[in-house]
């Protein structure tokens, strides 16, 4: 089912006087908004004009398309622009591996300056509201790894077209993060309790899973996508061009779906310690598999993420991207995602030190706290509008 027609028509407050005010889009440096960043041979983000029709390549390949500041920043000026002058845009990833492979934690977490990733973090959520009221068609070739920020930048636009090779999930909770890009929106608006379990543990969703789930619009073999491209820049009605590849390949199944029952009974468990608990009293070889990795993960962050889609359900999208932007300032100045990130990608040592180390030392307060307002100034401001359907 199309996730379209499947949606609705945190580390304590910082104290105020040690609070730095994140610049907004327009500060941002004009040599970050025209070109990339200095000794890149070429921009990190291109965009092509191919007559009224826009192609938008993230164009980091080494870093499997990762998101830096740059690159989103040239993202929001790019579509910005192209509103007012195209019938439409495609997107794409450069390199044949990755449409995006998420945001650059290690830029974010070795920043000694937590400016850097709070303004990242504005600067991409302000992008994907705007990929989400966007008014004229925007449709993301999804081909190859898509995780996190990279589902940002296309699960908020009107089509997404999957093939064999799209990996997709939101792996936020093993570094110690939790998931953003109006995951909060889009995951709790999922059949059932599957947003839930995703959310927690980080499941990666392969091919046709990610047309099963909504994550896709639309499914095309990746050897087929550069005929697409040319036959939709060749067409004013991309709707048209896109009917062929609405179904899933025949004989393909959702890998999920023998677990939908025991899923939507656990993960409706109100509080993680519920979840926990229905899992170990489960006793199968999937609910061990699971709890094996729920365990790995920051207890803060699973306790947080938790919380994050039962309120992220009551919502419009503007309010979660509002909420998921309190999380991203508390978590940039918390213990949890730089040791997550340190642990799992820096010195790869896999032993993130954890702190709390366990679910029962994760306090209400600690997880309320992350949710508290900003300063007035500091406060997400996106893009109000309409969410893009079909």
């Known amino acids: 089912m199309n996730l379209c027609h499947r949606l609705s028509s945190t580390v304590r407050q910082v104290a105020k006087s040690s609070i730095k005010r994140v610049p ?117 070739l999804i081909d190859g790894v898509v995780m996190g920020g990279g589902l940002g930048m296309s699960i908020h636009g009107h089509y997404r077209v999957a093939t064999e090779k799209t990996l997709s999930a939101m792996p936020e909770t093993a570094i110690g993060l939790f998931p953003d890009v109006g995951a909060s ?20 969703l392969k091919g046709p899973d990610n047309l099963f789930v909504g994550f896709a619009t639309h499914y095309c073999p990746s050897a087929e996508l550069p005929k697409l491209e040319k036959d939709l820049l060749a067409s004013d009605n991309p709707r048209e061009i896109l009917k062929p590849y609405e179904k899933a390949p025949e004989g393909s199944q959702f890998s999920l779906e023998p677990f939908v029952e025991k899923i939507d009974y656990i993960f409706s468990a109100p509080t993680m310690e519920a979840i926990i608990e229905r899992l170990e009293k ?19 962050s699973l306790k947080v993420t938790l919380k994050e889609l039962q309120l992220g359900s009551q919502l419009n999208l503007q309010e979660c991207f509002k909420m998921e932007y309190r999380l991203a300032w508390r978590s940039t100045e918390g213990h949890d995602f730089i040791e997550g990130v340190r642990a799992l990608l820096v010195d790869k040592d896999q032993n993130p030190k954890w702190n709390p180390s366990t679910l029962e030392g994760v306090s209400q307060k600690m997880v309320d ?20 359907s079909l």
């Open 24 to 140: 907004a889009i327009s500060s941002v440096p004009n040599m970050l908004q025209n070109r990339g960043l200095a000794g890149e041979s070429e921009p990190e983000v291109l965009g092509q004009d191919v007559g009224n029709k826009g192609v938008l390549i993230f164009n980091r390949p080494k870093a499997l398309n990762s998101l830096n500041l740059n690159m989103v920043q040239l993202t929001n000026d790019i579509l910005t622009r192209w509103e007012k002058t195209k019938t439409f845009v495609i997107s794409k990833g450069s390199g044949g591996k990755a449409y995006c492979a998420g945001g650059d934690v290690k830029a974010i977490t070795t920043n000694k300056d937590t400016s850097y990733g709070k303004n990242l973090f504005r600067t991409e959520y302000l992008t994907n509201c705007l990929i989400a009221t966007y008014t004229i068609p925007y449709i993301a």
């Open 185 to 204: 929106y889009f995951l709790s608006r999922l059949k059932g309790k599957l947003g839930i379990y995703l959310a927690l543990t980080g499941y990666r």
């Open 282 to 300: 489960d006793g199968s070889e999937w609910a061990n598999t699971t709890l094996a990795t729920l365990r790995k993960f920051s207890p803060l």
């Open 369 to 388: 706290d992350f949710f508290a307002p900003l300063d007035p100034e500091n406060e997400l401001k996106p893009r109000s509008g309409p969410k893009s």
